[in-house]
């Protein structure tokens, strides 16, 4: 049975928590990813940054609405949310909107449970890690490359 390190893409394309936006979109239109992995300087994965983290960045903010009750004003919305609304709206670097609870997978587990992560959490793509290290990625296209092969 073939497992991650047998279809990875080995050593792929990172950016790093520093660098900005608007130098990973590039990355992800040039090269049609739907991710990238976020790694520090010892190649240690931190994060992902999505399209859809990107999308959502252009997502309308909800105004906070009130309660008023005789003197007090009441949040009908919470104002943490709001304010993570508004951050993500002016983020700068990829460390202001990459996720950071990132599944990760090992370099030997089968091409099977990589389809069932990626169908049943909606994934396009999982990185694969080795005692912390990124080592490769594994995308919608890797499998499907596997079945032509």
């Not at 949310?81 to 670097?93: D, S, Y």
């Not at 069932?116 to 396009?124: A, V």
């Amino acid at each position: 049975m073939k497992t991650a390190q047998d279809i990875m893409t080995k050593n792929p394309i990172c950016v790093s928590p520093e660098t900005k936006i608007i130098d990973a979109v590039k990355i992800l239109l040039d090269k049609h990813f739907n991710g990238l992995p976020v790694v520090d300087e010892e190649n240690k994965l931190v994060g992902i940054l999505t399209q859809s983290d990107l999308v959502a960045q252009h997502q309308k903010i909800e105004l906070p609405s009130y309660f008023f009750v005789l003197d007090a004003a009441i949040p009908m919305y919470s104002p943490a949310k709001f304010e993570a609304n508004v951050a993500r709206m002016n983020a700068e670097t990829v460390q202001d909107l990459m996720k950071t609870d990132v599944l990760t997978l090992r370099p030997d587990t089968p091409v099977d449970v990589l389809a069932s992560y990626m169908m049943d959490n909606k994934y396009y793509s999982l990185p694969i890690v080795d005692k912390g290290i990124l080592v490769g990625i594994v995308g919608k296209e890797d499998i499907l490359r596997m079945v032509i092969s």
